[in-house]
């Protein structure tokens, strides 16, 4: 047996149907869904047919798609009953390696949830061969982005690569989703072919949701959000272990009414303490920059500080990354309750230690929380210039930001036309968004103020 293990969309399935034309052998393919039948016995008589087919036709392949359908631990249920998953998996574990071997036939099986499955199933013999289809890596989504982009009319502009790193933590799917949107854009302004700044409005969209251009927002609130990010954008280009801030932008997406993007220089694979922090300082940037310039507290920082205040609990509970706990785990079993492994909860942390662990997480939060405001006191000159900016284009890029930080006049925007009369930084209707058209890419790596949570 051999198992397909991975995130969803990374390709188990596709990665099945290659094996089906390579191997040159009969391929049977069925879900795990197709076994639960509301008739009890269906399921395992269903499977001693499709191994008795296997065998009249070995050597084959038998694929089982999501076969933590059948394949969940026993045990699971409160109370007696029958349940018919157990039949069926008894039978399967009958058949792949019970009293009659089957030779000749090999069961692969995928899965997005390894960790559910019962452990008969995973012994030497089932399905002790294990693969991890993993998330593409820069290369990977390259060549990701190279099999669909051959299925759209592409301009020359555009540059796989680069899109590929400010993709990072996409799946298969989601590269193939990306370039659907790009197609999209490009048809929506009647263009013959997908150009660069298709890419860019389709990764804008998908990160952050699509722009909400009919809202109109008073005045007073567009320009506290307009600090409000350049407070996030500020305290990220200052600090050393922050990821480059690639945009920012106060046009309303999804359920934000602004966002601040970074854009990381290379896939990430762990953290280290100083980014940790370092991420706590720029998320407080936002509150901090409403207080010392809006002199006002909004409901706009709720995500940011859930966020930081996360981080700050995980480095002291999970990651040992305090001097006063030291290197030991404080954190209970918050995943969901697996009936049948964990239905009772013991508590093995003392309430002096958990007093402990709390006034830590106050500590760096509170650290951080004077750094950020240290930084945009010192600051104020950068943080006016960055809003008026944003009060004026609604969107500022990473050229425009470090024209900021070096106290020069921000450049005005690559597709960006003066209105008509200007409009001098303090148009309240709205506007037409300037929609960036640079070639640079933009990843879900931080996104600031209150995105989605973080998805790298």
């Known amino acids: 047996g051999l198992l397909l293990v991975g995130p969803p969309g990374t390709g188990k399935t596709l990665l099945a149907k290659s094996i089906a034309g390579e191997a040159k052998v ?101 399905f002790d061969r ?132 970074s854009l990381p220089e290379k896939d990430r694979y762990s953290f280290d303490k100083e980014f940790m922090l370092n991420q706590i300082a720029m998320l407080f940037g936002g509150r901090i920059a409403e207080e010392v310039f809006m002199h006002q507290m909004t409901t706009g920082a709720s995500n940011d500080f859930e966020r930081a205040t996360q981080i700050a609990r995980d480095m002291v509970t999970r990651y040992g990354m305090t001097e006063a706990l030291g290197p030991m785990v404080y954190a209970e079993n918050e995943g969901e309750v697996f009936l049948g492994r964990s239905v009772t909860k013991t508590n093995n942390v003392s309430e002096q230690t958990m007093q402990k662990v709390d006034e830590e997480v106050r500590r760096i939060i509170d650290e951080q929380y004077a750094l950020a405001r240290k930084l945009i006191e010192d600051n104020s000159d950068k943080m006016h210039a960055m809003a008026k900016a944003m009060l004026e284009w609604e969107t500022i890029d990473a050229e425009q930001l470090d024209d900021i930080m070096a106290g020069r006049a921000p450049r005005p925007p690559k597709d960006w036309t003066p209105r008509i009369p200007p409009s001098g930084g303090d148009d309240a209707s709205g506007g037409t968004p300037a929609v960036k058209a640079d070639a640079a890419a933009t990843p879900p790596a931080t996104p600031g103020a209150d995105a989605a949570p973080n998805a790298a």
């Open 26 to 126: 009969p391929f049977f393919s069925i879900s795990g869904s197709d076994f639960v039948e509301m008739f009890v016995g269906v399921g395992a008589a269903r499977v001693r047919d499709m191994f008795e087919n296997a065998k009249k036709n070995a050597p084959c392949i038998i694929f089982i798609d999501e076969i933590d359908a059948v394949g969940r631990q026993r045990g699971a249920g409160v109370g007696g009953g029958n349940d018919e998953r157990e039949q069926t998996l008894n039978q399967m574990l009958v058949e792949m390696d019970g009293f009659e071997t089957n030779m000749g036939v090999i069961v692969v099986a995928a899965t997005n949830r390894p960790d559910i499955l019962d452990a008969a199933l995973l012994r030497p013999g089932r």
């Open 130 to 261: 294990q693969v991890y289809v993993t998330l593409p890596d820069i290369r990977g989504r390259e060549q990701i982005l190279n099999v669909h982009m051959r299925k759209i009319p592409v301009s020359q502009d555009v540059n796989p690569g680069i899109i590929a790193r400010g993709t990072p933590g996409m799946s298969g799917a989601d590269l193939a989703n990306l370039c659907n949107e790009a197609a999209l854009m490009a048809a929506r302004r009647n263009a013959r072919t997908v150009e660069m700044q298709d890419f860019e409005k389709a990764k804008d969209k998908i990160i952050m949701g699509p722009e909400r251009k009919s809202m109109v927002m008073p005045e007073e609130e567009r320009r506290n959000t307009a600090y409000h990010e350049a407070g996030h954008a500020l305290i990220g280009k200052l600090l050393p272990k922050c990821d480059p801030v690639h945009k920012v932008t106060i046009i309303p997406r999804g359920r934000a009414l602004g966002v601040t993007m």
